[in-house]
């Protein structure tokens, strides 16, 4: 179908009916979060921190989002499904334990008696009403732009009408094998409960700089579909995971770790950033090979998938919209629909449009709460190459028109499955293990990804030790970027953002704890993942991204009803204002040392060696964490990233942010634990350009003999807690300037130095170090480091530690700037750390 049906919309139908259902027992008890993860040290950390993370409703039936008095649900309908079996209704219906097998996975036999997946006339009665609900939303965003059919026969069909609405979207369908995978998908995740995420890889266009966050094109999208999928038991989310004035490969190289291993849909938008088709290849390639499941590849804005069409992968295009009413004056357009208000301009009012084109605003007044810092008028980064929000509003509804119409298709293909054979229907339609392994097993099989001699690595030049082995193997530091990597699963930690999970797929989260059972010796010093909002969710609706009652609404008409958060603190409540102590207070700070010894996590073994060995391999005292953004800057709507009464821009929302873990000589070693090794590769992306600060300020030795700076306690310990806030400020502002920066080289009439950057060390000469699994392997000063950097794109440089397809397992690498060289202010930053 290519275009939504009207059977159901047509000036004959009535409105709807309204039927109530007592909701009780089928709203979730008890919020989730997206992780379990919890870093050593954290356990008590705020709501809504990084280290705590955002707890929500999960969706568990199809009831619960329920509404059928909502303001549009008389127009428009509304999904009326009640339970058709008076035994059940008002009760959840018994479900096989579906997180016992791969993938969701059950059998048949496993469905017990009283599944809805098994009772015939549930199943109709659902289908009927999904239909209902994807054809629904469908007509919504035709209706945005005035061509939509409501179901209560309120517009005329007219000619003109007809041929606007003809032309409005033209669904580029995509090939019998990817839409029969996708509706193995639909069908898979609607009866398993499965969650159903897109996820979007990009350059700052993409990211909604000039726009919002919230406003990309991928998260208008979302917003469209996720009421949907609610009503159907799926939890849906939109990812936007672009990192402005980079591209994809610095996350790609991590697999699908830093952006989610349960991605359903992938789409690449880095044109400018990566011109270099091997490297979208490479982003596609991890995306089957490094997740749980085989996503759907979104072709256009210069990707191209169709290579993997042909080892059994999903792919086509979302197309765009072809038909907007036209603006000809400011009264004119007060007449027109209120989402194709200034979208096209006539040539002699072209202007009115580009006055328009960026509309997003930074504040909302809310009662409970006023921001600090004088909030901007406008969310930054406008420029010629960033769309305003009504381009990433017409591009995401095309990509939602995209999925719904696939939806649509499955739907169809279900009912006609179960009406030919009843309900369940057999394990050959629905199932995905398979279908996702024989993809992955296929992806070496696919040309197109850089090839050996793509990325030198720099001039051969020996440093004062380097050895390259380990039990006796060469560990290949030389040579080339290996492009084997192209073929194996990939797996990364990182800090910069956004990231799926951010605490879990963090930097920190495979660091070696230190003697005091730390792995930030800073953990106690309030660092920006402990932080909590100045502010709780929700924000107020932006009248400038929200459409007015009674304008068209699709995700009002969708149905979604919101659950209130019960989680967070009431209005009275919300200012987190514990950092505040009095000198009394200040005075009374334990130590860290008495803090560690209190939680019973101190090593006596560990501090006796790194006082009486500063060369040990463990980890030091001095490192430090620039963590980047506070908050839960996951990639989604639901984050709640920087939400501080500092921020210039509240609503802006944007994620992109850049942390890293640093140390100097001082600092001691740095020490991860990188579990599976399976393919023989560790590598990282890393900054040697960055000044000491004051990281080790005041130590005049390694680890400062052992103690770091543990032993400091009331006023001097409140002193050193302040220092810290001071440098996480300066560098927030240093980061964000570095973005904005890299932005403006984006400029598609510049050339952009793809091979550009930083230098490899503005610090004067050092020596880096690292070891495996306690054995020194290298041992580099500032020209031999040099000379091991890869330098694959703009600002992307990076090392490898092995490459030797042999050594598998788990393994302890470690790095340090070497005291033994007289300038100790050599600082060294890792950011990202892959491995396979």
């Known amino acids: 179908k290519n275009k939504p049906s009207t059977a159901v919309s047509s000036s004959s139908s009535s409105a709807a009916a309204v039927h109530t259902v007592d909701l009780d027992g089928y709203l979730p008890k008890s919020m989730v979060n997206a992780s379990d993860y919890v870093l050593p040290g954290t356990e008590n950390a705020p709501p809504l921190s990084a280290a705590k993370g955002r707890p929500y409703y999960p969706i568990i039936n199809h009831f619960q989002n329920r509404n059928p008095t909502g303001s549009y649900a008389k127009k428009w309908g509304y999904f009326d499904l009640e339970d058709p079996d008076p035994k059940w209704k008002g009760k959840m219906r018994p479900q096989p334990d579906f997180g016992a097998v791969p993938n969701r996975d059950v059998k048949l036999t496993d469905f017990p008696d009283g599944a809805w997946q098994k009772d015939k006339e549930y199943m109709t009665r659902f289908l009927e009403e999904a239909k209902k609900l994807v054809n629904r939303t469908i007509e919504a965003v035709y ?64 990211a909604g700089h000039g726009a919002g966050f919230n406003a990309s094109y991928v998260h208008q999208a979302g917003l469209v579909l996720e009421p949907v999928f609610a ?61 749980n499941r085989a996503p759907f590849l979104y072709s256009g804005g210069g990707a191209n998938p169709a290579a993997f069409e042909a080892i059994g992968a999903s792919v086509g295009g979302y197309g765009e919209l072809g038909y907007s009413p036209i603006t000809t004056s400011e009264e004119q357009a007060k007449t027109l629909p209120w989402a194709a208000r200034y979208n096209k301009c006539e040539s002699g009012a072209s202007a009115l449009c580009t006055a328009q084109e960026y509309d997003g605003k930074c504040w909302v007044e809310r009662e409970d709460f006023t921001p600090e810092a004088k909030q901007q008028e406008l969310v930054g980064g406008q420029a010629k190459w960033h769309p305003g929000p009504k381009k990433h509003r017409t591009r995401g509804r095309a990509l939602a028109l995209s999925v719904l119409f696939m939806l649509q298709h499955a739907l169809d293909k279900w009912e006609e499955l179960g009406t030919e054979s009843g309900y369940p229907v057999a394990e050959q339609y629905w199932h995905v293990t398979d279908f996702y392994n024989s993809i992955k097993e296929k992806v070496p099989t696919v040309e197109g990804c850089y090839s050996d001699d793509a990325w030198k690595i720099g001039q051969s030049r020996r440093g004062l030790r380097e050895n390259n082995q380990i039990y006796g193997r060469r560990l290949d530091l030389e040579g080339f970027w290996p492009s084997r990597l192209c073929n194996i699963p990939m797996h990364g930690r990182s800090l910069w953002g956004p990231r799926v999970n951010p605490m879990e797929s963090s930097l920190l989260s495979i660091l070696k704890p230190n003697a005091y059972g730390d792995v930030d010796p800073n953990i106690h010093d309030n660092p920006d993942y402990m932080k909590g909002p100045d502010y709780f969710p929700p924000d107020r609706a932006a009248p400038w991204s929200t459409p007015p009652e009674p304008e068209v609404n699709p995700w009002e008409i969708a149905g979604s009803r919101r659950l209130q958060d019960k989680a967070h603190a009431s209005n009275g409540e919300q200012a987190n204002s514990g950092n505040f102590l009095s000198d009394t207070e200040k005075g009374a700070l334990p130590s860290a040392e008495e803090v560690a010894k209190a939680r019973g996590t101190v090593n006596a073994t560990a501090l006796r060696i790194l006082a009486e060995d500063p060369d040990a391999i463990v980890p030091g005292l001095g490192l430090e964490v620039l963590w980047g953004l ?38 001691g070693w740095v020490v991860f634990d990188v579990k599976e090794v399976k393919h023989g590769f560790i590598g990282a992306r890393m900054e040697s350009w960055h000044k000491s600060g004051d990281l080790t300020k005041g130590w005049n030795e390694v680890n400062n003999g052992g103690k770091g700076n543990y032993a400091k306690e009331g006023l001097e310990r409140h002193l050193l807690q302040k220092e810290k806030q001071e440098r996480d ?42 070891a495996i699994n306690g054995k020194i392997v290298a041992s580099w000063d500032k020209d031999a480091f040099c000379s091991h950097y890869t330098r694959t794109g703009y600002n992307l440089d990076l090392i490898k530690f092995m490459d030797d397809e042999k050594m598998t397992g788990d393994f302890e690498l470690a790095m340090r700037m070497s005291p033994t060289h007289s300038n100790k202010q050599g600082t060294m930053c890792i950011t990202h750390l892959y491995w396979g």
């Open 143 to 206: 209706g945005e732009w005035g061509v939509g059919i409501p179901q209560d026969g309120s517009v005329e069909l007219t000619d003109e009408f007809m041929v606007n609405r003809e032309a409005f979207y033209k669904w580029p369908k995509p090939s019998d094998q990817s839409l029969d995978g996708m509706t193995r998908r639909f069908i898979h995740h609607i009866m398993t409960g499965d969650s159903f995420k897109l996820v979007l890889g990009g350059h700052s266009a993409a």
């Open 231 to 291: 009503h159907l038991g799926v939890e849906f989310r939109s990812y936007n995971f672009a990192q402005g004035g980079m591209g994809t490969f610095q996350q790609a190289l991590a697999g699908m770790d830093l952006r989610g291993k349960d991605a359903d849909m992938l789409i690449w938008d880095s044109s400018m950033t990566e011109k270099s088709p091997p490297l979208t290849n490479f982003f596609f390639r991890q995306g089957l090979l490094a997740g």
């Open 630 to 667: 506070p908050g839960v800057c996951d990639g989604t709507t639901h984050g709640w990233c920087d939400k501080s009464t500092t921020t210039d821009c509240l609503y802006s929302g944007a994620q992109d942010n850049r942390g890293m873990i640093c140390f100097n000589p001082l600092s």
């Open 729 to 770: 400020a300066m560098y927030l502002e240093e980061m964000s300037h570095r973005i904005e920066e890299d932005m403006l080289l984006e400029d598609p009439s510049t050339a952009r130095r793809l091979g550009g950057g930083q230098s490899c060390g503005a610090s004067g000469d050092y020596i880096f170090e690292f």
